[in-house]
């Protein structure tokens, strides 16, 4: 037999190594993808290649059976399944009969109005990658609601409940750890198990399940029915996304040229014949709302009679019949399949269609040899799209059974391009069953039209349902997971996750003569390109030093205050949402402060905002979609003349126009407000915080964000680049530490500053605007772009920019130290001024040409 991989493995040089079944459980195939080329294409699984289905589901439950052994009776009657769509919830269904006791509940890209989330997460290498979770009981997730099932009482402390997740494979291991991350803070518990056909872990990645354990203090075990890993040669991707392209271009050559159409089965197309299975009423059409063991019970009995109906329309002639599921429609048709099988003659398989796009070679040495190309049928809320059918054409099927749940059954089902005509040249008969799409008995309402007024609770809703209100809860995009440490930024994993775009590859430094030349004639945006990253010398370094000990308990006493006020007027578990990536310092020790002071956890997340262009709207729909909008707290370092505070509170109102999601709150809390731009602060002071004295080596080695349209697309984040090769100068680690070092000293100071500004009036003066406009005109610039007020932003323009001169409060002493050094280093004069609201400012040179630098690049004084 030629292994269904060689001819990936032949030409990309892909290895699969592991034990001795794992080539018969898995073959390979390609796909455009930009992150991981290869598929792993299971044999048992019942997605891409036809399978008998006592196969498929004997795989899950097995597996189920496994887990009850290592739970034991007691833990097994206290579990819960979640398996992940879309390829894994026919799986995750198996494996929670394989349980026996368990209730089920599958992730889903379908949201349903009326029904709210219970939480969602994100598949960084799927081609759809956001999931969203929709139980009915909303104690499913918690554990209490195992005290309803039959199978024995509750555990008595929910944490006991053992939550098993359910994949098809386990990798890197990054989706499933993401999720009991995520799932962990809302419903912590002891244990968690996690199931797969496949654990095809890399050596590097197999430590990282007892790291990840201890750092949630829970059990985490793993139960495979393989194990292995594959070997990928340097410059995979790149060659993979080569082939793909050339493979598509020669077919699409071969087809242009008249290659002949695929050919008839027996005779010409038959109609589509409706099957009309009288599905069990109550019974839940999977898992997307949860399945219980009563559910379960009610369709093992309903099972024989629904195949009976289905055989009694297929013809006698019929020696080999596939059913096909509906992308997460995965269990309800493989239980068909198996009672099919316990009843025919002939020769039954089983697969689903699928949304993800993969390559189809019609080689015996390539696991997709044939596919199907139809358009979406089910309305998806992330808009249409192509859906495809894998080796179903040329594999000789008599009939087709199409199980489909009644949101599918739409004209497009039956449309001349539609999954119904694609079928009929391939096959002699195809056969349609609907199974009702389940709506949970709350949601009902919230359907429109007059025929969901005598539907009755856990009702089944009968095909066509009717359209949902104008009003309907949207799907968000499919964006990625956030980046996180140690993969993105030197940051842990937990301190921040960056809803970026890592652009790390992409060349984007410029030479800060030319970019300032280009920025202000107009013939680019700053946000297009970067500056190139400021080396700092040894006595600059030291300076940062001396200026981090002596300021450590003045951030940490601003860190504390500001965090005490969010905590006492956002709520206790807000959602900090720091500025990339100035703010992402201070969102970490915000964090830390929390935690140290009240043992809370907060969710921290980076997002860019950008002048002129906003704030990343793509991240504040992942935010939307992953948590309570009015819980976000905007986060940043210092407020200059306030230009960011007025960008973001026009950025959200246009947001909440356009997008229809409402509740974010614009207001932005920061260490120092000097400005007097916010009512959320540590202080008002305009001194030294030490993080803006570097740039990426005390911000997680991470570059200010990019947007540039040739590299951030509509549905992408803002981009960012990690500076990896820099990692003997960061100092990041070393920042956080020295001030939360701090915390316990400052704490009764802190209680004082807290008490003291929730009863003071906060209210923003904008003292610093008009000292801004003040001093533009006076120096004849007339652009308050070019005046950046306060030490953080005098720092940036010395950093980044190329500067005219610093004006520096007459008096100020070592908070100013840095600034006198950079100065120095860059030939630029520094002025010493009387009623100054600030330490200093910053001033741009105006109209700026590159002639107002000398040869050696440093910045003239304007005659």
């Known amino acids: 037999?030629?292994?269904?991989?060689?001819?990936?493995?032949?030409?990309?040089?892909?290895?699969?190594?592991?034990?001795?079944?794992?080539?018969?459980?898995?073959?390979?195939?390609?796909?455009?993808?930009?992150?991981?080329?290869?598929?792993?294409?299971?044999?048992?699984?019942?997605?891409?290649?036809?399978?008998?289905?006592?196969?498929?589901?004997?795989?899950?439950?097995?597996?189920?059976?496994?887990?009850?052994?290592?739970?034991?009776?007691?833990?097994?009657?206290?579990?819960?399944?979640?398996?992940?769509?879309?390829?894994?919830?026919?799986l995750g269904h198996a494996v929670a009969d394989g349980l026996g006791t368990a209730p089920y509940l599958h992730s889903t890209r379908r949201p349903v109005a009326g029904v709210a989330r219970a939480g969602g997460f994100e598949e960084s290498h799927s081609h759809a990658t956001s999931h969203l979770l929709l139980p009915e009981d909303p104690d499913l997730l918690t554990g209490d609601a195992t005290a309803s099932y039959p199978a024995g009482p509750a555990a008595a402390d929910s944490a006991d409940a053992v939550l098993v997740l359910v994949d098809d494979e386990f990798s890197t291991g990054n989706t499933v750890l993401n999720t009991i991350r995520a799932l962990h803070e809302r419903y912590p518990r002891n244990r968690y198990v996690i199931v797969a056909l496949a654990d095809m872990r890399s050596p590097a990645d197999r430590g990282r399940l007892a790291e990840f354990?201890?750092?949630?203090?829970?059990?985490?075990?793993?139960?495979?029915?393989?194990?292995?890993?594959?070997?990928?040669?340097?410059?995979?991707?790149?060659?993979?996304?080569?082939?793909?392209?050339?493979?598509?271009?020669?077919?699409?050559?071969?087809?242009?040229?008249?290659?002949?159409?695929?050919?008839?089965?027996?005779?010409?197309?038959?109609?589509c014949t409706r099957v009309d299975l009288r599905w069990p009423a109550g019974v839940p059409d999977g898992g997307r709302h949860g399945f219980t063991p009563e559910h379960r019970a009610t369709l093992e009995a309903a099972l024989p009679a629904m195949a009976d109906r289905i055989a009694a329309e297929l013809d006698d002639t019929a020696r080999r019949v596939l059913v096909l599921g509906f992308e997460e429609l995965m269990y309800a048709p493989l239980r068909l399949g198996t009672a099919l099988e316990d009843r025919?003659?002939?020769?039954?398989?089983?697969?689903?269609?699928?949304?993800?796009?993969?390559?189809?070679?019609?080689?015996?040495?390539?696991?997709?040899?044939?596919?199907?190309?139809?358009?979406?049928?089910?309305?998806?809320?992330?808009?249409?799209?192509?859906?495809?059918?894998?080796?179903?054409?040329?594999?000789?099927?008599?009939?087709?059974?199409?199980?489909?749940?009644?949101?599918?059954?739409?004209?497009?089902?039956?449309?001349?391009?539609?999954?119904?005509?694609?079928?009929?040249?391939?096959?002699?008969q195809v056969l349609l069953a609907?199974?009702?799409?389940?709506?949970?008995?709350?949601?009902?309402?919230?359907?429109?039209?007059?025929?969901?007024?005598?539907?009755?609770?856990?009702?089944?809703?009968?095909?066509?349902?009717?359209?949902?209100?104008?009003?309907?809860?949207?799907?968000?995009?499919?964006?990625?997971?956030?980046?996180?440490?140690?993969?993105?930024?030197?940051?842990?994993?937990?301190?921040?996750?960056?809803?970026?775009?890592?652009?790390?590859?992409?060349?984007?430094?410029?030479?800060?003569e030319e970019r300032e030349e280009a920025i202000q004639s107009g013939g680019a945006h700053y946000a297009e390109s970067l500056p190139v990253e400021y080396q700092p010398s040894d006595q600059y370094q030291d300076l940062f030093k001396a200026a981090l000990d002596l300021s450590a308990a003045r951030i940490a006493r601003a860190v504390g205050a500001v965090t005490e006020t969010v905590l006492a007027e956002r709520g206790p578990r807000p959602v900090l949402v720091s500025l990339a990536r100035a703010g992402t310092p201070v969102g970490v020790l915000m964090r830390r402060w929390a935690r140290h002071r009240h043992g809370v956890d907060l969710s921290h997340y980076a997002v860019s905002i950008v002048r002129g262009r906003g704030i990343d709207a793509n991240a504040l729909r992942w935010l939307a979609a992953h948590h309570n909008p009015a819980d976000v707290v905007f986060v940043d370092g210092w407020t200059g003349k306030g230009a960011i505070t007025r960008e973001l509170a026009a950025a959200i109102a246009e947001f909440e126009e356009t997008d229809g999601t409402e509740g974010f709150n614009p207001e932005i809390a920061v260490l120092a407000d000097p400005g007097g731009c916010v009512r959320t602060y540590g202080t008002r002071e305009d001194f030294l915080i030490p993080s803006a004295c570097l740039n990426s080596t005390v911000s997680?080695?991470?570059?200010?964000?990019?947007?540039?349209?040739?590299?951030?697309?509509?549905?992408?984040?803002?981009?960012?680049?990690?500076?990896?090769?820099?990692?003997?100068?960061?100092?990041?680690?070393?920042?956080?530490?020295?001030?939360?070092?701090?915390?316990?000293?400052?704490?009764?100071?802190?209680?004082?500053?807290?008490?003291?500004?929730?009863?003071?009036?906060?209210?923003?003066?904008?003292?610093g605007w008009a000292a801004v406009e003040r001093i533009s005109e006076e120096y004849g610039i007339h652009d308050v772009n070019l005046v950046k007020p306060g030490v953080g932003e005098t720092t940036r323009v010395l950093l980044r920019r190329v500067p005219w001169k610093i004006l520096a409060k007459r008096g100020a002493g070592a908070d100013l130290e840095h600034i006198r050094l950079l100065a120095e280093q860059r030939g630029v004069p520094v002025e010493e001024v009387d009623d100054l609201p600030y330490t200093c400012v910053g001033l741009i040179h105006p109209k700026y040409t590159r002639g107002a630098t000398g040869a050696d690049g440093k910045a003239v004084e304007s005659k």
Not at 455 to 475: F, I, K, L, M, W
């Open 700 to 767: 997680g080695l991470i570059s200010r964000t990019v947007l540039r349209s040739d590299l951030v697309g509509p549905d992408d984040f803002h981009g960012a680049k990690f500076y990896r090769e820099l990692a003997g100068s960061d100092v990041s680690g070393h920042f956080l530490d020295t001030v939360a070092d701090r915390f316990g000293e400052v704490a009764d100071a802190v209680d004082a500053d807290a008490k003291e500004l929730l009863t003071a009036d906060r209210a923003p003066t904008w003292e």
């Open 213 to 271: 354990a201890a750092e949630i203090g829970a059990r985490v075990d793993l139960v495979a029915r393989n194990a292995g890993t594959v070997r990928l040669p340097d410059g995979v991707l790149e060659k993979g996304q080569a082939l793909v392209a050339a493979e598509e271009a020669a077919q699409d050559l071969a087809q242009s040229a008249g290659a002949a159409a695929p050919q008839t089965a027996s005779g010409a197309p038959r109609p």
């Open 434 to 512: 609907v199974v009702p799409s389940y709506i949970p008995a709350d949601a009902i309402p919230a359907m429109s039209g007059p025929s969901t007024a005598s539907v009755p609770s856990t009702a089944s809703v009968p095909s066509p349902v009717p359209s949902p209100s104008p009003d309907r809860q949207e799907e968000p995009r499919m964006l990625p997971e956030p980046l996180r440490g140690p993969a993105f930024s030197s940051y842990a994993p937990d301190e921040v996750g960056w809803l970026l775009q890592d652009l790390s590859d992409t060349e984007l430094e410029a030479p800060t």
């Open 1 to 90: 037999m030629v292994w269904s991989g060689s001819w990936v493995a032949e030409r990309l040089g892909v290895e699969l190594v592991g034990d001795a079944e794992l080539r018969e459980l898995l073959g390979l195939a390609l796909r455009r993808n930009p992150k991981r080329a290869h598929l792993l294409v299971s044999h048992v699984l019942g997605k891409h290649v036809p399978q008998y289905p006592s196969v498929v589901y004997g795989a899950g439950f097995q597996l189920g059976r496994r887990v009850r052994e290592l739970l034991g009776e007691a833990g097994a009657r206290h579990a819960v399944v979640l398996g992940y769509a879309e390829t894994a919830t026919g």
């Open 344 to 428: 025919l003659d002939a020769e039954v398989r089983y697969s689903t269609t699928t949304r993800s796009p993969v390559l189809a070679v019609d080689d015996p040495g390539y696991a997709i040899r044939t596919r199907l190309v139809f358009p979406a049928h089910d309305d998806p809320a992330d808009g249409p799209g192509a859906r495809y059918a894998y080796n179903v054409a040329g594999a000789g099927f008599d009939a087709v059974v199409a199980v489909v749940d009644s949101t599918a059954d739409t004209p497009g089902l039956h449309a001349p391009d539609g999954l119904l005509a694609r079928l009929a040249p391939h096959t002699a």
